[in-house]
């Protein structure tokens, strides 16, 4: 299997190409406080490729060849171990801890990509929302979030509602959980989790980063919301 | 009709062309936070040409050749079907849904561009502001937005009053409520409107940008305001 | 006085020559939100020649042939009409409003550089110190701070101290009160102007962008402080 | 001594070499609000070589040929005159201050790096836990620092602890009671110094930066709770 450390799957001069999007995606959202410390990451997937940053490393220093490549959908992405790699870096690193998170949008909604973040506006909205989602409402932003992060976009009308599962220690121990919360709603485009950050997927990457932009703006302008006492969910008429 | 799709009208190497331009002002804006998650934007108006940025792209992500051209003022802006383009992308895009609230801009103020966020600032301000204006007085930054948007700059001792209308379901249902509140405070150089942003306008980019600022500034300083239990209209001597 | 137009004064391949330094920070002021919407700006003397950036245009856009530059000490800074200049843009454009205050800081302090920011934090710091002063204590960033901006550093053990002057409604009306707060204040390295910015200077841009770094900082940690209901200044032991 | 002023010793075509490093990370340090004014720094150690920014310059602005170079362990730190160079700038420039303080992280705890911030979360952390030490619990990015800095990292159900000490007016009077900090919570990976900032360590300045990330974050999102009234440490069940 020597060739698993080729780095031709992750070599490309398209600037669209994962290996060269996963780098610069990673960059933009270190920019934006979303994966400070290491955390958070983005996976794409490629028809039966899935690329994916490795664990523990800045994010907006990784490079191509950091990049682990996957088959989808052959293999189980639980235990995680014995995973399955069609590349991985030479250097001694893990891919993301997110990746039995990542399969789930792969496999329930069909996702083409999936982002993770620690914004601190997910998780001030999971303390400010005890309960198991967070709401809000009458906010244009709410547009460009789609039902089941796959379908059509919501109205102005509709309420926005995302789940909140518990943390767990371990990263890979959530994926349960997620699976629940995902089938209890299925029209959800993202799972927050309380104390910790928020999975968001789309068909695309565009389309994942997209709706990643306008949740994280409605968690933020309901969290100020909230501290200005404002309501967060109004009656539509 | 083919050579709608020429790039000749959106090709230029000057850096003010509008089709560079436009690129370049929606990758700032997206860095002050005014148009994430794919919304808002901004059109130039170039003697009897409109450029305008395609709506649900990332705006920081726009090139020249995904820019549209339409005439002015050959055409109705409403029904917003059935527009006239000059050059449009050939990509399956649409034209901004702001398309119609530009126009207001243009036909009401004769403004030469208009610019529209989805800035937190201008939708907190909306909300603090629960009545049909927003209103700030005594702050120095007034000084850099103009009498109607394209008149002569305010004083100091000037009270900003910015109309906030009501979101609708639909951006293009937006155009009827702008235009009346356009008519009933001529002298306001921008349009709220409620849980959704703004739209601001000018001579010139650098007008429409520079008064965006100075609003945005003038909105954020209102809400801590706010928030600080201070008043934000104070008496003139 | 064709020659008056030269670039001669404002052309260098030194990248710490005035002319290049005044944009290259004030594209660095725009970022951080001292000088948006055309507002603020810097000034920096070399020996007896006096560089200072236009009135109402984009900070973050001037261009070194934009920049104005007067000879030092030999004029009147007011009435502010039949200026002497070494050299103006060909542009229509006037020198800053800011220039009688500027001349303040070079003629009662020596200053070879002042900085003026519309910074929100300093108008929030004017509006919740409502008297002639701002003040803080026990903030290790006091001590990058100058007694009178061209002196020693204060100590942590030192209460900062900054007049605040009532605003007026033309920038160059506060020459006098500047100079007033200026003379009963000698160990102010700055003025805040209430409901509009602050003024800093220093020995050289370095000490004055340092200064209003550090001050900039203070005023924000205030605010904040106040906020939160914690004393801004302690009784030294 | 006249090569003590050579710059080989900061000379490398190598990005990841500490004289190219440690300008980079102060740039970025300076876009996060870590080190404005001229505070805070970083220093990375090369087994027996110590790399130190100068005191009181631009942050932003450092170049290679500004840095210092020490011997490690072979000088004594403190008194801090008298220190022995082996390599410095030709510019009349001192050592950072906070020279002492990051020995003590390099003679405690084994460190490859430390890193001192300025930051305001740091601060308002320090001020809003007026206590010894500051704590949060139940938070994912707990796990992104590690036991005494340099060992294991912390788990999901670890509370944080970091200790506050008090300030001197001169920063080297700090490092008997940093020491004190150090030697009693043997776990800490940072100390917090009150109305001043912070100092983090790790093996190298990959896990130093990553640290700082965390904590920093942590500092922040606990202000922002106590702001909001919520309880920042749960007992675990």
């Known amino acids: 299997m020597g060739d698993v450390y080729s780095t031709e799957l992750v070599t490309s001069s398209d600037p669209t190409h994962p290996a060269n999007l996963i780098p610069e995606l990673c960059r933009l959202f270190y920019e934006l406080g979303w994966v400070t410390g290491t955390g958070g990451g983005i996976t794409i ?19 191509p060849e950091h990049i682990f490549v996957l088959p989808y959908p052959e293999q189980s992405p639980s235990p995680h171990t014995d995973r399955v790699f069609l ?7 893990k ?43 009458h906010q244009e932003m709410i547009k460009g979030v789609r039902i089941g992060g796959n379908g059509k976009t919501l109205s102005y009308l509709d309420t926005l509602v995302v789940p909140i599962i518990e943390n767990t220690p371990h990263e890979e121990d959530l994926r349960e959980s997620m699976v629940a919360a995902m089938e209890q709603y299925p029209d959800a485009a993202a799972i927050l989790v309380r104390r910790h950050g928020v999975y968001v997927w789309g068909n695309s990457w565009e389309s994942a980063k997209t709706q990643t ?14 501290q200005l006492g404002l309501a967060t969910v109004l009656d539509s008429e």
């Open 87 to 93: 590349r991985r870096p030479e250097q001694n690193l």
């Open 45 to 63: 997937r490629h028809e039966d490729k899935v690329f994916i940053a490795p664990s523990g490393v800045q994010k907006e220093r990784i490079k």
């Open 95 to 137: 891919e993301s801890a997110c990746t039995p998170l990542f399969w789930n949008a792969f496999d329930l909604r069909g996702a083409g990509s999936c982002i993770h973040t620690h914004s601190q506006n997910a998780v001030l909205a999971t303390l400010l929302w005890p309960g198991p989602v967070f709401q809000i409402s």
């Open 213 to 226: 932009e306008c949740l994280d703006y409605l968690f933020e302008i309901g969290v100020k919301m909230r």
